[in-house]
C-alpha cells in the first residue's frame, strides 16, 4: 500500500488549496478513505472522510469550507479547502485502514499566513 499526497503550499488566510492523496496497491475503489492532520504540538485530527459508497464526514471545524471526494478511476482523493484560516496550519495526512492496519501518507504541508 502506498499514499501519496500533494497539493500543499502557502496560501493566504481565505485562499484555496486542493490537496491530491495517489493511492495504490489495494483495490481503491474498496476502502473508505480519510485525511487527518496535525499541527505542531497537537494530536493528529480526522479532518474528513469518505466511504467507498460516497459518503462523507467532517470535522465540525472544517463543514461548510473544505470538501472531500475522490475518483476511483484514477485512485485518487481530494481534499479542496476554501476560506482558509490560519488555524488550518498543519500537516495533511492520507490514511486508509486495510484488514485492520493503518497505513499513512508522507503528508503535505499546509500553511496559511498572511
Known amino acids: 500500500v502506498q499514499l501519496v499526497e500533494s497539493g500543499g503550499g502557502l496560501v493566504q488566510p481565505g485562499g484555496s488549496l486542493r490537496l491530491s492523496c495517489a493511492a495504490s496497491?489495494?483495490?481503491?475503489?474498496?476502502?473508505?478513505m480519510s485525511w487527518y492532520r496535525q499541527a505542531p504540538g497537537k494530536q493528529r485530527e480526522l479532518v474528513a472522510g469518505i466511504t467507498s459508497g460516497g459518503n462523507k464526514n467532517y470535522a465540525d471545524s472544517v463543514k461548510g469550507r473544505f470538501t472531500i471526494s475522490r475518483n476511483n478511476a484514477k485512485n485518487t482523493v481530494y481534499l479542496q479547502m476554501n476560506s482558509l484560516k490560519p488555524e488550518d496550519t498543519a500537516r495533511y495526512y492520507c490514511?486508509?485502514?486495510?484488514?485492520?492496519?493503518?497505513?499513512w501518507g508522507q503528508g503535505t504541508q499546509v500553511t496559511v499566513s498572511s
Open positions: 496497491g489495494f483495490t481503491f475503489s474498496s476502502y473508505a
Open positions: 490514511y486508509v485502514e486495510r484488514f485492520s492496519r493503518d497505513y
